[in-house]
């Protein structure tokens, strides 16, 4: 591996092989194998021959082909050899796929993450673990990226990720299609683990860290499913409407200059209006269906935002009053950082300061949104050293260039 230059076109494949594709196919290969983290093994095992292979015999027509071909061939020569698989119906898919050549295209990868993610869903896995579970073997990020969202360490996350992968296999969770009786009862999971990939798939835009995939297409996808496969669900609809007004104004997000541009500043002529509109339409729909939940409220934060593009002014004290909601039923850190800005906004900065204050420090202290929050209340009541030496830290804690860019601006605005 270590001879492949990283300039070598096949080198380049399989990294964004391995960062389009690395979540889908282990979920296709756990989904047959019953086993999570032999699946991740074959397929690293199988990225890992795609080095060795590819700049020799030539990229694959199918690199996602080519990849799968080789860890099914990994599995099943490992449970020959290790003597762990008896059940011949496991056995003969396997083999059935290895009558064609490996780099053909002519495999089929069937889309089972959303199976994949119900059984991560289970009862019996801890729920701290559900989420970021379905984040790292289903959707395929990394610890790394998943721990700072959680206001945890990679080192903590990844322990217990491992235990997760093991209560898998050693209790034998059921990797059948759930029941649908079982399926109500899982959905704030996935629903949550749906949104973390579009929120860090958002992130990642700026280019802070390449080895995130933008997955804010597939997340979308996946939440339609979800809503196809449970009408009856309001929130999940909520949250396809609250992703669909969040990307209808991600061409504003940047300047030409590619500068980060603040909400409350984008230019809304370049907003989708008719996005944002179909998604009002679905928030309404899940409205009518009267089962509240967070990402109904979420959402209609959004499209509170959103409505500058027909009112021309933003109503701050709607969003604050939503974000108490959120804040009373279903708080997270994130949510009451939020929750504290609009309230600053809307003309409060001392109770937004109050608010902030409240969070406790380990949860505040290594989060740049808590940062950057508590500089603008600082600012809005005259505590202008204070104001700087927030945003300073904030500075400090800011990986996106493009948002330090523009921290640095504000930061600069101060001296002058």
Same mark, same amino acid.
């Given at each position: 591996?270590?001879?492949?230059?990283?300039?070598?076109?096949?080198?380049?494949?399989?990294?964004?092989?391995?960062?389009?594709?690395?979540?889908?196919?282990?979920?296709?290969?756990?989904?047959?194998?019953?086993?999570?983290?032999?699946?991740?093994?074959?397929?690293?095992?199988?990225?890992?021959?795609?080095?060795?292979?590819?700049?020799?015999?030539?990229?694959?027509?199918?690199?996602?082909?080519?990849?799968?071909?080789?860890?099914?061939?990994?599995?099943?020569?490992?449970?020959?050899?290790?003597?762990?698989?008896?059940?011949?119906?496991?056995?003969?898919?396997?083999?059935?796929?290895?009558?064609?050549?490996?780099?053909?295209?002519?495999?089929?990868?069937?889309?089972?993450?959303?199976?994949?993610?119900?059984?991560?869903?289970?009862?019996?896995?801890?729920?701290?673990?559900?989420?970021?579970?379905?984040?790292?073997?289903?959707?395929?990020?990394?610890?790394?990226?998943?721990?700072?969202?959680?206001?945890?360490?990679?080192?903590?996350?990844?322990?217990?990720?491992?235990?997760?992968?093991?209560?898998?296999?050693?209790?034998?969770?059921?990797?059948?299609?759930?029941?649908?009786?079982?399926?109500?009862?899982?959905?704030?999971?996935?629903?949550?683990?749906?949104? $973390?990939?579009?929120?860090?798939?958002?992130? =990642?835009? #700026?280019? @802070?860290? /390449?080895? !995130?995939?933008? *997955?804010? %297409?597939?997340?979308?996808?996946?939440?339609?499913?979800?809503?196809?496969?449970?009408?009856?669900?309001?929130?999940?609809?909520?949250?396809?409407?609250?992703?669909?007004?969040?990307?209808?104004?991600?061409?504003?997000?940047?300047?030409?200059?590619?500068?980060?541009?603040?909400?409350?500043?984008?230019?809304?002529?370049?907003?989708?209006?008719?996005?944002?509109?179909?998604?009002?339409?679905?928030?309404?729909?899940?409205?009518?269906?009267?089962?509240?939940?967070?990402?109904?409220?979420?959402?209609?934060?959004?499209?509170?935002?959103?409505?500058?593009?027909?009112?021309?002014?933003?109503?701050?004290?709607?969003?604050?009053?939503?974000?108490?909601?959120?804040?009373?039923?279903?708080?997270?850190? $994130?949510?009451?950082?939020?929750?504290?800005? =609009?309230? #600053?906004? @809307?003309? /409060?900065? !001392?109770?937004? *300061?109050? %608010?902030?204050?409240?969070?406790?420090?380990?949860?505040?202290?290594?989060?740049?949104?808590?940062?950057?929050?508590?500089?603008?209340?600082?600012?809005?009541?005259?505590?202008?050293?204070?104001?700087?030496?927030?945003?300073?830290?904030?500075?400090?804690?800011?990986?996106?260039?493009?948002?330090?860019?523009?921290?640095?601006?504000?930061?600069?605005?101060?001296?002058?």
């Amino acid at each position: 591996m270590s001879d492949v230059p990283a300039s070598n076109p096949a080198y380049t494949a399989a990294q964004q092989a391995a960062r389009d594709s690395f979540g889908r196919l282990v979920s296709w290969l756990a989904w047959q194998w019953r086993d999570i983290a032999a699946a991740e093994d074959a397929l690293a095992d199988a990225l890992l021959k795609a080095l060795e292979r590819w700049p020799i015999d030539g990229i694959p027509s199918s690199p996602d082909a080519w990849l799968l071909s080789v860890a099914k061939r990994e599995l099943l020569q490992g449970a020959r050899h290790e003597r762990m698989r008896s059940d011949p119906a496991v056995t003969t898919l396997l083999e059935r796929a290895f009558e064609s050549d490996e780099g053909t295209s002519s495999v089929s990868i069937p889309d089972a993450r959303l199976k994949l993610m119900f059984v991560c869903a289970h009862p019996a896995i801890d729920e701290k673990t559900r989420t970021p579970l379905m984040l790292q073997i289903v959707l395929g990020l990394q610890v790394a990226d998943i721990a700072p969202a959680m206001l945890i360490s990679p080192t903590t996350l990844a322990q217990r990720l491992v235990r997760a992968k093991q209560k898998i296999k050693d209790t034998g969770l059921r990797f059948d299609e759930p029941d649908a009786r079982e399926l109500p009862a899982r959905l704030h999971d996935v629903l949550e683990a749906i949104y $973390g990939a579009f929120g860090l798939s958002v992130d =990642a835009i #700026a280019g @802070a860290e /390449n080895r !995130v995939t933008d *997955l804010q %297409q597939e997340a979308i996808f996946l939440c339609g499913l979800v809503c196809e496969l449970l009408p009856q669900a309001a929130d999940a609809k909520g949250l396809l409407a609250l992703m669909m007004l969040r990307q209808a104004r991600r061409n504003a997000q940047y300047d030409a200059h590619g500068d980060f541009v603040p909400l409350s500043e984008q230019d809304v002529d370049q907003w989708d209006k008719a996005a944002i509109l179909r998604a009002d339409q679905l928030l309404w729909t899940a409205a009518q269906q009267r089962q509240p939940g967070p990402f109904q409220l979420e959402a209609a934060i959004q499209s509170a935002h959103c409505h500058r593009l027909f009112t021309g002014n933003t109503p701050w004290a709607s969003i604050a009053q939503l974000y108490a909601q959120i804040n009373q039923h279903y708080p997270t850190t $994130g949510s009451r950082v939020a929750g504290a800005v =609009a309230l #600053a906004e @809307a003309g /409060n900065p !001392v109770a937004a *300061l109050a %608010q902030l204050n409240e969070i406790e420090k380990n949860h505040s202290s290594g989060f740049q949104p808590w940062w950057v929050a508590y500089s603008h209340c600082l600012n809005l009541t005259g505590k202008l050293a204070e104001a700087k030496a927030a945003l300073t830290t904030a500075l400090g804690l800011t990986s996106d260039v493009r948002l330090r860019r523009y921290l640095e601006s504000r930061l600069a605005a101060f001296a002058a």
